[in-house]
């Protein structure tokens, strides 16, 4: 192989080459896959179908539910599906596809929290002026921002990425196609470009990680305030969930694409990757929406509403 012209395959590494862990690794990918994506569709449907719920709070939920779907559609079945048929292989295409839509989901998951934790920020501290700041009208354009730049900074990533020649070997040390280790594939140094990227990359997500905690600052100080005890601990149970995901996201994330490109691959670039990119998602379907009042209710009207209507 010397040149990317004659690849058109990659090898993704599997969790084990025992049959029965192969089988194991099935079945928990297939629990995680099937708990994010009902609840996801689940929290998509109460929210479009129930008209109290058409706030802004719950308009970037939406968003954020959306994107959580795609993050595990895009990574979790074709690894549940190499494991079913004992098989590593993933098309050129199909990586490029994998490379792109992740980045996508990921990179706009990451700026729709900040957005999120801002709308709480105006919702707490300036209450007054939070119907003409989160307007209809900014709502769509800080989540349509969100989105594009998603896009186009993927665009950059994938494009960047496998203009490179790869001659090494084929080899993915991950259980789906990621871009660190794709560079440790590139047969010379117009890598160094793609580095550069990413750590303007890295940058951008650092500084909406001081933004989230500048803004998650401000609101427990205006939340301390409060007498309400109730309101103090209904507060601080949401808010450090999220920063807590946030930050297990971005370290880790930060962990795998900033490693030098020459260290060696280990069970740890494994794990790392399924930290950053399948436990944010269902975090996030927990923190979010299992333990809102107001999701469950309007869960429970969609139910009850589909039973009258098939009765």
Same mark, same amino acid.
């Given at each position: 192989?010397?040149?990317?012209?004659?690849?058109?395959?990659?090898?993704?590494?599997?969790?084990?080459?025992?049959?029965?862990?192969?089988?194991?690794?099935?079945?928990?990918?297939?629990?995680?896959?099937?708990?994010?994506?009902?609840?996801?569709?689940?929290?998509?449907?109460?929210?479009?179908?129930?008209?109290?719920?058409?706030?802004?709070? %719950?308009f970037f939920l939406?968003?954020?539910?959306?994107?959580?779907?795609?993050?595990?559609?895009?990574?979790?079945?074709?690894?549940?599906?190499?494991?079913?048929?004992?098989? #590593?292989?993933?098309?050129?295409?199909?990586?490029?596809?994998?490379?792109?839509?992740?980045?996508?989901?990921?990179?706009?998951?990451?700026?729709?929290?900040?957005?999120?934790? %801002?709308?709480?920020?105006?919702?707490?501290?300036?209450?007054?002026?939070?119907?003409?700041?989160?307007?209809?009208?900014?709502?769509?354009?800080?989540?349509?921002?969100?989105?594009?730049?998603?896009?186009?900074?993927?665009?950059?990533?994938?494009?960047?990425?496998? #203009?490179?020649?790869?001659?090494?070997?084929?080899?993915?040390?991950?259980?789906?196609?990621?871009?660190?280790?794709?560079?440790?594939?590139?047969?010379?140094?117009?890598?160094?470009?793609?580095?550069?990227?990413?750590?303007?990359?890295?940058?951008?997500?650092?500084?909406?990680?001081?933004?989230?905690?500048?803004? %998650?600052?401000?609101?427990?100080?205006?939340?301390? #305030?409060?007498?309400?005890?109730?309101?103090?601990?209904?507060?601080?149970?949401?808010c450090l969930p999220?920063?807590?995901?946030?930050?297990?996201?971005?370290?880790?994330?930060?962990?795998?694409?900033?490693?030098?490109?020459?260290?060696?691959?280990?069970?740890?670039?494994?794990?790392?990757?399924?930290?950053?990119?399948?436990?944010?998602?269902?975090?996030?379907?927990?923190? %979010?929406?299992?333990?809102?009042?107001?999701?469950?209710?309007?869960?429970?009207?969609?139910?009850?509403? #589909?039973?009258?209507?098939?009765?």
């Amino acid at each position: 192989m010397s040149n990317q012209t004659t690849l058109t395959e990659f090898l993704l590494l599997g969790f084990s080459d025992i049959w029965e862990l192969q089988i194991l690794h099935f079945v928990v990918f297939l629990m995680i896959y099937l708990a994010g994506m009902i609840g996801n569709l689940l929290i998509i449907a109460a929210i479009a179908l129930d008209h109290h719920l058409h706030t802004p709070m %719950y308009f970037f939920l939406m968003n954020l539910s959306i994107l959580d779907l795609g993050s595990i559609s895009v990574t979790v079945p074709k690894s549940m599906v190499n494991s079913l048929m004992n098989t #590593r292989s993933i098309s050129y295409p199909g990586c490029v596809t994998q490379v792109f839509l992740f980045v996508v989901f990921t990179g706009t998951d990451l700026a729709l929290l900040t957005i999120m934790a %801002y709308d709480r920020y105006v919702a707490i501290c300036q209450p007054l002026h939070y119907e003409i700041v989160m307007n209809r009208r900014a709502c769509v354009q800080m989540a349509a921002s969100a989105w594009i730049s998603g896009i186009v900074y993927s665009a950059l990533h994938t494009g960047n990425t496998f #203009r490179l020649p790869f001659c090494q070997t084929n080899v993915i040390h991950q259980f789906f196609c990621e871009i660190p280790q794709l560079l440790k594939l590139a047969c010379s140094d117009s890598y160094l470009s793609e580095v550069g990227l990413l750590t303007f990359g890295m940058f951008l997500g650092l500084n909406c990680f001081v933004f989230i905690i500048l803004f %998650y600052v401000q609101i427990f100080k205006a939340v301390l #305030r409060i007498p309400s005890e109730q309101g103090q601990r209904k507060t601080f149970s949401t808010c450090l969930p999220h920063l807590t995901v946030v930050s297990l996201f971005l370290f880790t994330g930060f962990y795998e694409y900033m490693k030098p490109t020459s260290s060696s691959e280990s069970g740890l670039d494994l794990m790392m990757g399924v930290l950053y990119s399948l436990v944010p998602p269902v975090m996030n379907l927990i923190i %979010y929406s299992m333990r809102n009042k107001e999701i469950k209710a309007a869960l429970k009207k969609l139910f009850v509403w #589909r039973l009258f209507t098939k009765n």
